[in-house]
Structure formats: structure tokens, C-alpha cells
């Protein structure tokens, strides 16, 4: 159990004693910044910027830490290390950064020779829909980009077609391969994201058998990355790493977003020296639960969009495109190249309320998205004032009955699945009565006086739940999601249905299940690779630091068609404007030069 006493955490006062200890001396210096080092990463930094937790007094405090033996310089082995930039780490952290940052440059700077142009410029033509008005065609860019360089970074919001470009990418390879063996897999952070990558990919490619004859050959076997890379029972570590490199040419990574600094770094590492990266996800969204917001600082969030002249050259040869509009990459490094942030929202239309309020707070432009909410284009957004803590349950009695009826009333486990993940109320705290706890005691509330369930003990028929840890013997993942129905082999019996892997839906015993909890609520991170229909965005009454524009940008797109806020303007207004700003030095890392 975490316990805060005076903002540091139990773990964050044992570190800095520790360290005291293995110096040798009670230093106060010594022991505020492993207090203050220690906090940052767990509160998801990489470091700590002595500048700003020291403001003038950094360069006193930089130069007493570099005397003390647990403090070390890059390049040395100590607990601590203080870099050229005052940046303060923990060693593990360090690593994890210069190893990522180390490995993604030289892939992004590795150009591939051995593309044949005619013949890419040939499946461009067949795979992508004729080119428009809308010029330049991001999805084209991001094909011929992955097809030239060991690194490629697609970003995008949800609807921008991601998945549907990787699919592409991945028959423009196979047809390169001339019918050679070309090894791709697939991999994302959680069940949930897997599950729906595969999905998909199974969509995209049967829309592909017309045009091209890999079609058939495009695999649809996704994993998560911890399966990817093998965990070893009882240990941090992975079968694959650098040493026993992955067997895979191609190695593509959906909701990068969600992943942390320390797997992103492992699963660079166990990458084989000739083998591609392909990194997909959307950098507006929240960063990983655990430290580190790596696909930000590959995108270089807010930086200037650059390509190099050697790029835009071998863009007008394989798509006829050019980027002549866009500022020549000049002094920037060759990592730009690489990164493709696709732009056209397919689902959600310029005009489409959803997508303009989701830019209007990407934007931090909150009266903009005020507008758009009160003078929507369609009547499925909105934004309500919070009901007072006495009226709560009442007023979520529509929504609930509208979103988790129809499920409720279906025995048949695939379709209650399906029903059950076209609504969800989604929120930014896990405690409190507009939490995640509150909200699912009162959703059960509702739907017993309904007569539509039960909830006289733990299990009982209708409850949802989702798993919270990874079991790779019952191949539940974090975040996967099953419903508890009546067993049809075992008359009396519950059992909890979960969506198979070759679409049907497979059953696993209550009693055997790994740590989960009830979601007809959960939290907008735990939402992260999901979509549903319908969202109830539900805001806490006081401000919090964890209110920020992505939080609520990434809950809003989980819909795909019908929105509800609950939040005060006020609250609104304060999370537009504040930014999730992790510290570390991946960024500079990679874009330096």
C-alpha cells in the first residue's frame, strides 16, 4: 500500500534514507532531491529538472549533488545520475532513455536500399484510393516512408485510418519480398487494443483481396507486447532481448501512446539488427499510466512539421507527391524523415462536432470548444453541469437504462458482449462518487431497481469485469473484458464469457479469474484503445492536477458517435488549458541535432 505523508509516498522516504545511508552521511541536499527524484517517477517523469525544482538555486544544488559518491555522471554506474542539462534520474531510468533513444535514432537514420520503385510505385497506385483534393495524401507518405526507412511513427486521431495504412504497408512489403518469407508481427499494450487491432486488420484486409494477390498472405495474429517478447515467470525480464533478438522483419506496435518508457526500451532492444519498427498511435492522446510519454517526445509535440530533400525527392518518384510546401529539414536530424501524422479524419468529418471540439482542446482553445458544445452540429454532444452528489443517481438513470438494458436482456454471450460495449461511462478519478468506485455502486443501484440484475453478492448474473493483470496461462490481459452469464453446461452455474480470439467468445470460471473489478465504469486511461458508440464523460467537481486537455481529449474520441459531458464550465476551462508535460530527455535525445 502507497501512503502519502506530507506529498511524499512511504517508498519515496525509504529511498531517500537509503541513500543517505549508502553515502555515508545525512546530507539535507542529498535527501530532498532523492525525495523530490523519487516522487517525479512515480508521478510518471523520467527525471527531475533541477531547474525547475530548484529555480536559482540549481547550479549550487547540481554541483553539491556531483560530489556526492551516489550521484554519478552519464556514462557512470550510481543510483543517481545528474546529467549535462541538470536532469536528475534514477540509473534504471537513464538507461532505459539512452538505450531507446540510442536504438530509434540509428534505425530512423538506416535507409533501406533495396526497395524496388517501380514496383512500390505500382502497388501505391492499386492499394491507396485515387488522389483528390486533399493534397498531400498522409497515407501514401506513410506507406513510402516505412517502405525506406528501418523506423517509421505514424500518429494520428482516432478515424485518420492508422490501421488501415499499416495494412497497406504491410502488402507493399510482402510485394517487395517477391514471395519471399517476410516475418511481421503485430503487437499492442494491452488485451483490449490487441483484440481490436486484429479486428481490424482482418476488415482492411479483406477490402484488399481485389487489389492485390498478398492479400491473403497479410497475418492477423496480434499480440501484446509482453507476449511479443516472452515474459519470464517471477523475473522483470524477457526470453527476447538482445541478446536472443526477435525472429521478425517487421515489428508494428498499435496505441504506442500507451507504453511506457522501460517496455518501449526492452522491445527496441530485442529488435534483430535488420529487422523494422512501425509505431502507430495518436501523440494528442494521455500518456502511458507508468512513467514516460514516449510517442510525444518522438513526435516532438508541437514541433515544426520538416522533411529533408532526399525524402521529398523519393516522394515525387514512388507517389508523384511532393511536400515542396513544407520547410526543408535543413539543420534538423535525419529522425524527421520518419514521423507521418495523418490528418483527414474519416469518422468524424471536418464538420463533425466531436472532431471539431476534440482539435478546439487539443488547440487549448476552450471557448472555441464552449461554443461547439452549446451551438453543437448535431444534436448527439453535449455538455451538462454536474448533478449535486444527492441527485447524482437520479439523474443518471437514463443513460444507464438507455446504455446497459439491452445487454442486460440477452442470454446469448456474443451479443450481450456486443451490446455491452456500445455504451460506457467513462471517468477521470478512480474514488469519490463521481469515480470509477461511486459510479459503478450506483449504476448497480439503478439497474436493481430496475429488476434488470442482482448484485446480492459478487458474482451475479450481468456483472461486467475487467481484468487488471496480465495471465498468460488463461490468455487474459490487462484490460480485457467479460460478462458473467449463466453456464449452459452447469445448470445453476455462472460463468464469465470473454471474446475469443478467433471471434466467437470462450468461458473462464469466476473462482479462476485473475485480479479484476467491476466496469460498467472505468477510468479514461483504462479506456485507451477501446471505442464505444456512446460515452458518458463524467468530470470530478474539484479541480485536480489529473484534469488536462489530453484527459479529456482522449475521452471524448472513445466515441464514435454520441458524446455527454458532465463537467462544470469552470473545471472545463482549467483542463483545456493545462498540458500533460512529462519531464525527460528522450525528446532532445532524439531530435539534438
Known amino acids: 500500500m502507497v501512503h502519502e505523508v506530507g506529498g511524499y509516498r512511504e517508498i519515496d522516504r525509504e529511498f531517500a534514507e537509503y541513500l543517505c545511508r549508502l553515502a555515508g552521511k545525512d546530507d539535507a541536499i542529498l535527501r530532498r532531491m532523492a525525495l523530490e527524484v523519487s516522487r517525479a517517477t512515480g508521478e510518471g517523469h523520467i527525471c527531475l529538472d533541477l531547474n525547475e525544482a530548484c529555480g536559482s538555486a540549481a547550479a549550487e544544488t547540481a554541483a553539491s549533488l556531483a560530489g556526492i559518491s551516489v550521484v554519478g555522471l552519464p556514462g557512470t554506474v550510481a543510483p543517481l545520475v545528474l546529467d549535462r542539462e541538470d536532469r536528475l534520474y534514477l540509473y534504471r531510468y537513464w538507461c532505459y532513455e539512452q538505450e531507446l ?6 534505425m530512423a537514420g538506416e535507409r533501406l536500399a533495396a526497395v524496388d520503385p517501380v514496383v512500390l510505385k505500382d502497388g501505391l497506385e492499386r492499394l491507396f484510393d485515387p488522389v483528390g483534393e486533399d493534397w498531400p495524401d498522409w497515407q501514401r507518405i506513410a506507406a513510402a516512408a516505412a ?8 500518429s494520428g486521431g482516432p478515424g485518420t485510418g492508422k490501421t488501415s495504412t499499416v495494412v497497406r504497408i504491410i502488402a507493399l512489403l510482402l510485394e517487395q519480398s517477391g ?21 481490424a486488420v482482418r476488415a482492411a484486409r479483406a477490402r484488399l483481396r481485389e487489389k492485390t494477390p498478398v492479400a491473403d498472405a497479410i497475418p492477423d495474429d496480434v499480440f501484446t507486447i509482453h507476449r511479443l517478447l516472452g515474459v519470464v515467470p517471477g523475473s522483470c525480464r524477457f526470453r527476447h532481448d538482445s541478446r536472443n533478438p526477435l525472429p521478425h522483419d517487421v515489428v508494428i506496435v498499435d496505441e504506442a501512446s500507451m507504453v511506457a518508457l522501460p517496455l518501449m526500451a526492452k522491445l527496441a532492444a530485442a529488435l534483430s539488427r535488420r529487422a523494422r519498427l512501425i509505431l502507430l498511435g495518436d501523440r494528442d492522446q494521455l500518456a502511458s499510466v507508468e512513467p514516460g510519454a514516449v510517442l510525444g517526445d518522438i513526435c516532438h509535440r508541437g514541433g515544426e512539421d520538416r522533411y529533408s530533400a532526399d525524402f521529398n525527392a523519393y516522394l515525387r518518384q514512388v507517389t508523384g507527391q511532393s511536400l515542396d510546401g513544407y520547410p526543408d529539414l535543413g539543420l534538423m536530424p535525419s529522425f524527421a524523415d520518419s514521423l507521418v501524422v495523418l490528418r483527414k479524419n474519416y469518422r468524424f468529418g471536418a464538420a463533425g462536432a466531436i472532431g471539431k471540439i476534440s482539435r478546439a482542446i487539443n488547440q487549448g482553445d476552450a471557448e ?3 461554443r461547439e458544445f452549446q451551438d453543437p452540429v448535431d444534436e448527439e454532444v453535449s455538455m451538462k453541469d454536474l448533478p449535486s452528489d444527492g441527485c447524482l443517481q437520479a439523474a443518471l438513470v437514463g443513460s444507464v437504462l438507455a446504455g446497459y438494458r439491452e445487454y ?5 454471450p456474443a451479443e450481450a458482449l456486443a451490446s455491452f460495449d456500445r455504451f460506457r461511462i467513462l471517468c477521470a478519478v478512480r474514488s469519490g462518487v463521481r469515480g470509477v468506485s461511486g459510479l459503478n455502486r450506483a449504476v ?10 442482482q448484485p446480492d453478492r459478487i458474482w451475479y448474473r450481468g456483472r461486467p469485469v475487467m481484468i487488471r493483470v496480465n495471465d498468460y496461462a488463461l490468455r487474459l490481459y490487462n484490460g480485457d473484458i467479460g460478462i458473467a ?3 449452459p453446461e452447469r445448470p445453476g452455474a455462472l460463468a464469465v464469457f470473454f471474446p475469443a480470439e478467433n471471434g466467437g467468445v470462450r468461458k473462464v470460471s469466476p473462482l479462476r479469474l485473475p485480479a479484476h473489478e467491476t466496469v460498467f465504469a472505468m477510468t479514461v486511461h483504462k479506456s485507451q484503445g477501446s471505442e464505444f458508440d456512446r460515452v458518458l464523460l463524467v468530470m470530478p467537481r474539484a479541480d485536480s492536477p489529473v484534469l488536462t486537455r489530453e ?3 482522449t475521452g471524448m474520441t472513445r466515441a464514435r458517435k454520441s458524446l455527454v459531458l458532465w463537467c462544470g464550465e469552470d473545471i472545463f476551462r482549467t483542463a483545456v488549458s493545462r498540458r500533460t508535460d512529462r519531464r525527460s530527455g528522450l525528446r532532445q535525445a532524439l531530435w539534438k541535432d
Request: glycine share 6%.
Open 101 to 106: 533513444a540510442a536504438v530509434l535514432r540509428a
Open 147 to 154: 517502405l525506406r526507412s528501418r523506423l517509421t511513427v505514424v
Open 179 to 199: 514471395g519471399e518469407r517476410c516475418r511481421i508481427a503485430m503487437a499492442a499494450p494491452t488485451g483490449k487494443a490487441a483484440a481490436r487491432l486484429r479486428e
Open 368 to 370: 472555441a470548444a464552449v
Open 408 to 412: 442486460l436482456e440477452k442470454d446469448d
Open 444 to 453: 448497480e443501484d439503478i439497474l436493481a431497481a430496475q429488476g434488470l440484475l
Open 485 to 487: 452469464l449463466k453456464d
Open 551 to 553: 484527459l479529456l481529449y
